[in-house]
């Protein structure tokens, strides 16, 4: 039986019930077969566009540019004055050009989307009266999901049923704080804000527990509905808004060089259409037209070789920032520690032994059923009771404002609430505390030495919780109102020794120019002891009160100083980063818990791990399939890599591409004939952007991974002046030759001057690619081939049939004996002016530095 999902519009107003029976389904979840004729039916649960569309889109996309679509109205007008040859080459050089930035792309695309499945999103769902574990994207409506704490929200559903169920709604309703959601039936005009029976897709649980139905999946739900009005797109990345300028720059130097360049060509007498079709030819060859598809490529490339390494890009264009990265915040669990919590010991209030407190720790862990965590499976481990004779009544879930966890548990002759936490939580709803004999005194006769035996324990490195506990009765159950007047019992010692190599791994980031920042929720003499393991020497700390009393300026400053933010709440994570990147600074966070995904999206680059949970996956742009610093390191050489390979494309474009162009304008002003026509223009532009689609895979040079890289305008631009202005000097060299040595026709001359602009502008690139020699640094072995390709098809295509086609003539001998000659000199040229540009670079960077 199909559903329409028109008809669940204001599901919150149906019953349980109601809602199976119009869904057609039961309790007993969906067999495999009705899910799959719902999926079919729906659509997989996903908001983004289907990949046919997508595909048509990125074709139509190579066309986009306002020069490209004037030169096609150009040739086309051409043809409508007879000269349908012509035409016919441009569309085609035109259309090969789109077709090679498509592909290119699409391929980039496809990699990328494989990447993606290997940190795919999964819930749990109750299908064919079973729990399985599937993608997100599987779920269809009728489906069961049960949900816990760090789990997002698969679809818009209904609540089956819910144990103090707290949701983050921020992104529909701006509410800061978590919404407590409990099951029932709500007017049908009660506001999306109100509906507190009802989950919606995009939010995720912050503590509890739930199982519910979903009722609207994909574009049907109304974070879909929001989603497709808004289109949202990601902030842009330094390295996105710094092509965009770079493109913006480009357009500007085009514009006003087309608009002279005709005007003089006109005021010539030179025929309209034909000055027309060189200045836009001219435009096209300006404008690096594969530039989109060349970055799409050295993106993906760097992201399958990065997913060798155990780090999956989920957004292609945080590579750059992340190579970029000065500044990594990190927990210090997983990453700087084992990330395996041990039991060192339980303790009573005065510091000795107590397995009165290891048994309620362990009742309090193993009883409770919402989120699984370190802390609990550590105590579980150690505690070795062959007998358990009590049975859950209730618990409250640990949340990140209570900072604790009670439990209900009741055998034969007991009933008593254990709650279990951080210390200070604890005792500030404890009332009495038990000593050693059992006898109960007053909480404030011993909070000092309690106090102090927290500060001497802390001082030793171990993290230390509290536990506590309460007579309860059978006919209640236990609330958050009820957590208080409780009984001091003890304290659980816990340790998460450091990684052996930690240290030489930190030193190895400093050396790479990234400094480690963590940040934790520990107390600040256990993050002192930490970071004395691993040798951070007098290691500044901040704690979170501190913060608070900080203005932001005062905090930018110390944040800068600071080698540990701790006793830090979840809020203040997100304070820190923009503070860091306030202050000029690359910052990337590793998070992988519930409250991490404000501070992941704030980062410059967000990083979290395959085994975070749901909603720190969602919100990063980076994925580590192993949590160990060794192989973010490795992701940062290879983002560096990545960000280099897309420079020398940038390189080559803005030096002899622009170099030629600016010739050939220069050029038509005086000469009786164009220096090159339309169509060879094209040719010329495709031919030296040919080996450039092989620059992904090309070797990097050492000097390039050593520091973070930033994208600099002012650099290209001094770049693109300074190799732009040496590559004319040679071009006119040649007109010089071709004019005064060979008295060159009008077809010999566009010939000659064909051969020389494409072999100069694709050896060039041998010379840009490194700062080193370029005879040090070889090219990769694609970038070779490439580029000998060109070069041999170049010099082979006077000689045929294709030559007439294009207007190309066969040149005299002596013409090539020239042609080395000045490309040699132009190449050892570059070289000497290459060592002189990087050498004024490295002096300014030393004088920047010393006024700072």
Known sequence: METNPAQFENFWHLSADEALSQLSCSVNGLTDSEAAKRLKQYGPNTIKSSANASAILLFLSQFKSPVTILLIIAALLSAGLGDMADTVIILTIVLISSFLGFWQEKGAANAVKELLKLVQLHCKVFRAQQKKDLPVEA????????????????????????????????????????VEKTCGVLPVDTPLSKRTNSLFMGSHVISGKAKALVIQTGKDTEFGKISSGLQQKAPETDFEKGIRKFGYMLMEITLLLVIIIFAINVLLHKPVLDSFLFSLALAVGLTPQLLPAIISVNLSTGARRMAKLQVIVKRLSSIENFGSMNILCSDKTGTITEG???????????????????????????????????????????????????????????????????????????????????????????????????????????????????????????????????PAEVTHNFTRDDEKDMIFLGFVTLFDPPKKD???????????????????????????????????KDPKILTGADMQKMSNAALMHQAQLTHIFAEVEPNQKERIILMLKKAGNVVGFMGDGINDAPALHTADVGISVNTAVDVAKEAADIVLLSQDLDVLANGIIEGRKTFTNTMKYIFMATSANFGNMFSMAGASLFLPFLPLL???????????????????????????????????????????????????????????????????????????????????ATLIVLVVRTRLRFFKSLPGKYLSIATGFILLFVLILPLTPLSAWFGFVRLPVTYYGWMAMIVVCYILSAELAKRWFYRKVRVAVHHRRYKL
């Open 139 to 178: 779920v269809v409506p009728g489906d069961i999901v049960f949900l816990s704490a760090g789990d997002i929200i698969p679809g818009d559903s209904l609540l089956l049923e819910s144990q103090e169920l707290f949701i983050d709604e921020a992104a529909f309703t701006g509410e800061t704080y978590p």
């Open 340 to 470: 395996k919590v041990n039991l060192k010991d339980t303790l009573d209030i005065a510091g000795k032994h107590s397995d009165k407190v290891l048994q309620y720790a362990w009742l309090n862990a193993s009883m409770q059923k919402g989120f699984n965590n370190p802390i609990d499976e550590a105590i579980c481990s150690t505690y070795k009771e062959e007998k358990n004779d009590y049975t859950l009544q209730t618990e409250i879930p640990y949340d990140f404002i209570r900072k604790r966890l009670t439990v209900q548990v009741k055998n034969s002759t007991q009933n008593i609430a254990i709650t279990k936490g951080a210390l200070n939580a604890v005792l500030a709803i404890c009332t009495q505390a038990e000593t050693a004999d059992g006898t109960l005194v007053i909480i404030e006769g011993c909070r000092k030495a309690i106090t102090d035996q927290y500060q001497q324990l802390s001082n030793a490195g171990y993290r230390t919780l509290g536990v506590a506990y309460k």
């Open 502 to 536: 930690v240290a030489d791994i930190l030193v190895n980031l400093d050396k790479m120019g990234v400094k480690l920042k963590i940040i934790t929720g520990d107390n600040a003499l256990v993050a002192r002891s930490l970071a004395l393991q691993v040798g951070i």
């Open 678 to 760: 339309p169509k060879q223009i094209l040719l010329t532009n495709l031919l030296t952007d040919f080996p450039e689609m092989a620059i992904a895979t090309d070797r990097v040079d050492q000097i390039n991974i050593q520091s973070p890289q930033n994208w600099d305008l002012g650099f290209i631009r001094r770049f693109m002046i300074t190799f732009g202005l040496l590559s004319s000097v040679f071009d006119y060299i040649t007109f010089g030759v071709l004019i005064y040595v060979f008295h060159a026709s009008e077809k010999t001359f566009q010939t000659g001057w064909f051969i020389e602009s494409v072999i100069s």
